[in-house]
C-alpha cells in the first residue's frame, strides 16, 4: 500500500449516515483527533441509516458534545441515486440514533451551504494525495464527487470503505450488505473509478467478531462521557430490535486505521456489484477467477479478543483489577 | 403546459454530444438566436457520439463559425455514470463530425474549468424558472446535476428531450435509442427526478418522418455558409455509413421548439427507462396500463411535410419559382 | 408458407387454458370441425387464465354441450416452468368462464392420464408434418414437448400463437401480454427452437380491432346454443370487470386460421423474449435492426369490419334485412 | 433425514455428462454395486461437459469395460432448457473423457430410444419413494421431468446434487459453478419444485478438498483395470489443462453417499439460483436471513484426509508398508 511522504497524523473526511454505529465511530475518532493520531477534515452527511436532515442533526449533536462544531459538516445526497422512491432505514429508529430524548434541537443552519458531493470534490482537489476517506454509508455522495470529475480518485490518498460483502452472505438482503444495497449503482460508480489503495470492511468479517452483549453492557462500561451516551443509545438500540450481539460495524473500521493489527486476515480481489440480480441486487462481486487486476483490499477476518483488548484500553477499564 | 410571465425568447441551455445531427442543430439556433427566437445561454459537452474533447472542438467550431464566442461552453461528463469502460461512439465518425479537415484546431483553453454539471446546477439556481433546457445528448450531465441537488427540477422552466423510443422499436439496439443506452442510468434519474414541463421527441417519430436524401442533397441546398458546411458533413457522413435516408434527430427537435406546429400527434405519460433487460437495457418504458402519473410530454408524429416547408423558408430556398 | 401435400381440413391440436376467449374460439372451431373445415385432433389443457383443472373441467363442459366428447383431452403443466408460486389468474372469474352456474359438474376422470405435453409430442411424432398447433395460452406446453424432444418442431406443420406483443405494450404488465408473461422463459424457449412457419397475433394487434360492446351485445346476439351461451358467459364476463369494448383474443386468432384474408398487415421478424427486465418482463422482442434470421410472421393488422361481418355471417346474423 | 423402511443397498439413479470425473464417480459406483453397497437402475445422459452423444458413447465405454451392460442407458436433453446456442463444454477435451484413444466405437444404437426425462418420470413413478438420485450433470433431464409432472418429487426418494455454490465462489464464472451455470433455469426449477430430501455438494467445499496432484499419481496408484484406466484420462486431461490439484467433484459426491461420515460440517437452508444477475448468472442463493424454510442440506466440509484414506482403502493401496 502506497504511504504518502507526510508522515502526520491522517487527514480524514468522513462520510456517514448517523447511525447508532456511525456515533460510536465518529466519537471514537474526535477523541483520536484529540490525541493528534488522525484529523478529522469535514463531515460529510448522506441519506441512509435515517434521513439526510436527521443524520445532520445526529452529526451536530456529537460534535456539540465534544465541542468541536469547528469541523465543518456538509449536507450531502438526500436520496440514493436511482431511488427517490426509497425510504430511508428505520432500523437505528426514527431519528437513526434509537429515538432517544434531547433537551434541545439541533441548529441546522450551521450546516454548511454547498452540496456535499461538491464539499467533497473541493476538499480533495485542494488538498491532492493528502486525504483518508472514510466511508460509513452509503457510496451516494463519493459516486457524484466522482462522477462529477473522472479524476476525483487520482487525487485521493486512500479510502476506506465500510461495505459489501464477500462470500455472498448480506444483511439487508439475503445476498447484501445494507450500505452497498441501498445505493448499489453509486457503490459500482466508486469501485469502477478507484484509483487509490482502497481497504473494504465487508459484512462477514464484522459479523464473525462479534460481541457478546453482556460484555458490552457489562464490562465494557465505565462514567465517560462517550461509553454513557453510546451505552445509553446501545441499550435502547438493543431493545428496538432483537438483536443477539454486538456488531458495531462502523466502530470497527475506525480500529482498522487506527490500529491496523486488528486484521488477521486480508486479500486483494478486483471487486465490483451486481446491479441486475433478483436475489443479488448489491451483492459485491470477487474476481475469483482472477481475470482483472486487483482495486481493493479486503479485510477478511479481524481479531475480535485484539478489539476487545483496545477498546477496553482506549476507555481505561481494567476489568481484572 | 405551464408558461411563465417572461415572455421575451427562451432562454435555452444546449447540453450536446456532437454528433453531425447536433451540429445542424446548433446553427440553427444559432440563428434563431440572431432573429431573437431564442437566446442561448450556454453549452454544455458530454460523451456519447463523440469523446467530450472532441465535442468541445466541435462545438468551438460552430462557435467561432457563427463568430459566437462570447456564448459560454462547458466541458461536462467524459464517461456515462456507470460506464468508464464503454468508448465514444464513431457513428459519426473518428471526431464525431464526419472527420473533415480543417485549416486549424480548436483552442480547448477557452472551454470553461467549471464541470458542465455543476455549471448546469448553477445556471439553473441562479434563473430559477427561466431556463429551457435542451437535451441532444446521453443524460448524464442533467443526471449529475440533478443528483447533486434533489431541487433542481424544480427551477428548471421546461424539458426537451431527443432521445428514447416509445415502441420498443431502438437504433442502437433492437429495443433502445442511442442516447438512452448510452446512459441508461442518466436516463432513469433524469426521467424519476423531472418535476417540470417536458417533451420528449422519441426514435420512432424521427424515423418515420426521415427525408428523402436526394431532397436533402439536391433541393435543400444554397451557398449559405451553414447549408455549405452541413451539406459538406452530411455528405462525408453519407458516404461513411450505408444511409438510406436523411433523419436529423437533433435538428427535429430544435424545429419543435421553434414550430410547435409540426408536431401532430402528441400522448402524456409515466415514462421511465429499463435497466436490467438482455435485450431491453435502455428502452423506455410507458405506463401503457397508466397507474402512474404522467410525467412527459410524448411527440408521437410529426409533419415531415411541414418540416420540409419550414427548412426551405429558414434557407430561403424556392424550388418552384 | 409451405403448404403440405395433403390438402385435407387442416388437422389442429389446440393447447388452451379457457378463458371466456378461449371458449368462444373452440365452440367456433368445433363448428368448423363440423363443416369439415378443420379437424380438431386434440385439445390440451395448462394453467394461464384459471388453474388446469378448471381448465379441464371448462373444456369438458364446452365438449359436451357440441357433443363432441370424442376429442381427446389431456391436462397440460400445472405450473409455469419456474414458477410454482404464481397463482392461475382469476381475471376470467374464479372458474375461469365468468363463475357461470351448471346443473352437473363434469367428470375429470375422462381426461386422458397421460401428460399433455407428452401426449403433444407423441401426436407430433406420430403425424409428422401434419399437424397445426393452435396455442391460446401460455406455452409451457409446447417447451415441455419441444424440451423432451429438440427435434420437436421439424415434424410440426405449422403454428398460430395468440401472445407476445410487437409495439412493447402490455396487457398484464406495462409491457407485456399475459399469455407470454405468464410463462416467459416457456414463450422463449419456444421461439427459440421454432422449425416451422408460424404466425402471431400479438397483443397491440387485437387491441386495435377491438369491437363496440354494444355490437356485441345488441347486434351478434341469435337464440343459436353457441350464441346463447358465449353472450351468457361473456355478460357476466363483463359485469365481473369494468370493459369497455369486446376484445375477443383467442377467437380473432381462429379467424385468422379460418379467414387469412382478416390479416391486412402483417411482417416476418426474428423474436425473442426478455427474461431479465423489471418492467420488461415477457415482452416479446422484435429484431428491429435485422441482425437474425425471421422465425415467425407477426400479424400486425387485421381488418375489424371483415371480422365482425365474418361472425355475423356465422351465426347467421342480417342486421340490416 | 428421513431414512425409509426398505433397508437393502440404495437404488440410484445416476444423471451424468461425462466428464473424467464423472467416470471416476461411475466406475466407483460400478464397484459399490458389486459389492452389494448399491444398486445402479439407470444412467441418464445429458449435455454439459460434453455433448449427448459424446456422453453416451463414454457410458457405454464404462459399462462394457466392466461388463455391465445389462444397465439401461438413456439419451437425455440434448440443450440446456433455454440455451439452444450454448455449446457443450469442451472442458475436458472434444469427447468430454481427455481425448484419449479407442480400439472400437461404441455403438450408439444400445441406448434406449425413450427420452430421458421421460425415463427418468416413469422409473419415479413405477417405484415410488425407493429411488435416490444422483446429479452429476446440468439439472436439465431432472427439471423436464419435474415439469412433465408436478408431483415428481414427491415420489423420489433422495436426492444428491453436485453443484452450485454456497459461499458466492464460481468455478465457471466468478460466482457460478459449472453444472448450475450451464443451465440455470434448469437448476432453478429443481430447487424450487424439491419435496424430498436433498445433500448438495457445492464447489468451494470441493475445492477446500483439492489433493495433492503427486499424491494422486503418485500414490493413488495400481495396476487394477479402473485404477489404471481413470489414471490415463486424467493424465491426459492435466496436460490438457494446466490443473495445479487433483479436484474430483463427481467422485466426492460419490463418497457421501457410500462414507457419509466424511461430511465434517453440513447445514440447512433454503436455496434458488439467480437467474437474471449480470454476474451473478447461475449463483446458488442461500436465504441467510432465514426467512424460507429449508429445503437442502448443503455439505459446508468434507474430511480430504479421510477421503484420501477410503480411495486408498477401496483400490487395496497400502502406501505404509
Ligand atoms: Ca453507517
Ligand atoms: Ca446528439
Ligand atoms: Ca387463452
Ligand atoms: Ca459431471
Not at 429508529?93 to 451551504?113: C, H
Request: a negative charge.
Amino acid at each position: 500500500m502506497f504511504i504518502g511522504v507526510n508522515m502526520g497524523p491522517k487527514r480524514i473526511v468522513i462520510d456517514t449516515d448517523p447511525g447508532v454505529d456511525d456515533a460510536h465511530a465518529i466519537l471514537f475518532l474526535l477523541d483520536a483527533d484529540k490525541l493528534n493520531m488522525v484529523k478529522i477534515e469535514a463531515i460529510i452527511v448522506t441519506k441512509g441509516n435515517t434521513t439526510v436532515e436527521n443524520g445532520c442533526r445526529n452529526v451536530i449533536r456529537l460534535l456539540k458534545m465534544k465541542n468541536r462544531m469547528d469541523i465543518p459538516i456538509y449536507k450531502g445526497a438526500s436520496y440514493a441515486l436511482l431511488s427517490n422512491e426509497v425510504a430511508a432505514s428505520t432500523y437505528f429508529g426514527d431519528d437513526g440514533m434509537a429515538d432517544a430524548e434531547y433537551d434541545e434541537e439541533p441548529d441546522l443552519s450551521i450546516v454548511n451551504k454547498k452540496p456535499g458531493s461538491l464539499a467533497l470534490l473541493e476538499l480533495v482537489e485542494q488538498n491532492p494525495h493528502e486525504l483518508s476517506l472514510l466511508c460509513l454509508a452509503p457510496l451516494t455522495n463519493i459516486a457524484l464527487a466522482a462522477g462529477l470529475n473522472g479524476d476525483f480518485f487520482e487525487n485521493v490518498k486512500e479510502v476506506f470503505i465500510m461495505g459489501g460483502n464477500w462470500r455472498g452472505q448480506g444483511n439487508e438482503t439475503e445476498c447484501a450488505e445494507f450500505n452497498f444495497h441501498y445505493d448499489p449503482e453509486a457503490a459500482y460508480m466508486v469501485l469502477q473509478k478507484l484509483r487509490c489503495p482502497t481497504t473494504i470492511l465487508p459484512n462477514e468479517t464484522c459479523m464473525a467478531a462479534r460481541i457478546d452483549t453482556s460484555w458490552r453492557f457489562e464490562t465494557l462500561i465505565n462514567d465517560s462521557i462517550d461509553l454513557t451516551f453510546m451505552t445509553m443509545l446501545e441499550r435502547k438500540f438493543f431493545k428496538l430490535r432483537d438483536i443477539e450481539a454486538w456488531t458495531p460495524y462502523d466502530l470497527f473500521s475506525v480500529l482498522l486505521i487506527l490500529y491496523p493489527e486488528v486484521v488477521v486476515r486480508s486479500a486483494e480481489y478486483n471487486v465490483t456489484v451486481e446491479l441486475h440480480g433478483r436475489f443479488t441486487r448489491g451483492q459485491m462481486i470477487l474476481d475469483h477467477l482472477r481475470n482483472r487486476t486487483s482495486n481493493v483490499n479486503i479485510v477478511q477476518r479481524i481479531d475480535k479478543e485484539r478489539v476487545m483488548q483496545i477498546l477496553l484500553n482506549w476507555y481505561h477499564i481494567y476489568p481484572n483489577e
